[in-house]
């Protein structure tokens, strides 16, 4: 079946702008997760969906960053007034429940780079 | 809060030869996961262990679980050139959040 899906693949955006990263669970995965890899890096925690609610979203930078999950299914990641330092690889997982046993399967990721 | 470290950071080996990545946490993990990440690519999960002392094979590589849960290893017999890429433990403390170690890049060489 298809996997974790990322659009856009690249992401260009120049300082202050505002983006929306967009990432497609597998189908029937209840949970969602987000995360950010910088170069060299292993990939950081930001923030993981039950359904439509955020069960943690200690991972969050700052109040730039914001997702949601409407409707538990696709997510979105919104990031306002964008930073050059916000640049790196943007990953989505999801798994079949909420256990911490579950497998994570990741999305191909979002580059994003802020010029 | 959790951190999860990894060493060695960098290792080239010679096709054949074996390889070792360590992976120590400073917290006790309820368990602990192994993805690999190929250049350019997406991390995939690899195996997960959770019992304490837990050793698990698949095919080449052989993964620990150390007895206070608080470290683990990745061992790869015989590397091959289709072993090259970055292999990165994560944990979780008992929820949900995964944290990644600091990752160790594998290179091979013919």
């Known amino acids: 079946g298809a996997g974790v899906s990322q659009t856009p693949s690249n992401k260009v955006t120049e300082k202050g702008k505002y983006v929306e990263l967009r990432c497609d669970p597998i189908?029937?995965?209840?949970?969602l997760y987000w995360y950010r890899q910088s170069l060299g890096q292993g990939p950081e925690f930001l923030i993981y969906?039950?359904?439509?609610?955020?069960?943690?979203d200690s991972g969050l930078p700052n109040d730039r960053f914001f997702a949601v999950r409407p409707e538990g299914s696709v997510s979105t990641l919104k990031i306002q007034r964008t930073e050059r330092g916000d640049s790196a690889v943007y990953l989505c997982?999801?798994?079949?429940?909420?256990?911490?046993?579950?497998?994570?399967?990741f999305g191909p990721g979002t580059r994003l780079t802020v010029l | 809060g959790q951190q999860v470290m990894q060493i060695p950071q960098y290792q080239h080996v010679q096709e054949g030869e074996d390889f070792t990545t360590y992976c120590n946490s400073s917290?006790?993990?309820?368990?602990i996961q192994w993805y690999k990440q190929r250049p350019g690519g997406h991390p995939v999960f690899l195996i997960q262990?959770?019992?304490?002392?837990e050793v698990k094979k698949q095919k080449r590589l052989t993964f620990q679980f150390g007895e206070a849960k608080k470290n683990s290893s990745l061992h790869i017999t015989a590397t091959q050139t289709t072993d090259v890429g970055t292999y990165f433990c994560?944990?979780?403390?008992?929820?949900?959040?995964?944290?990644f170690g600091t990752g160790t890049q594998l290179k091979v060489e013919l």
């Open positions: 189908s029937g995965h209840t949970a």
């Open positions: 262990l959770v019992k304490s002392g």
């Open positions: 997982a999801s798994s079949p429940r909420q256990a911490s046993t579950d497998t994570q399967y």
């Open positions: 917290t006790t993990l309820s368990n």
């Open positions: 994560a944990g979780t403390g008992g929820g949900n959040k995964l944290t």
């Open positions: 969906f039950q359904g439509t609610g955020a069960a943690d």
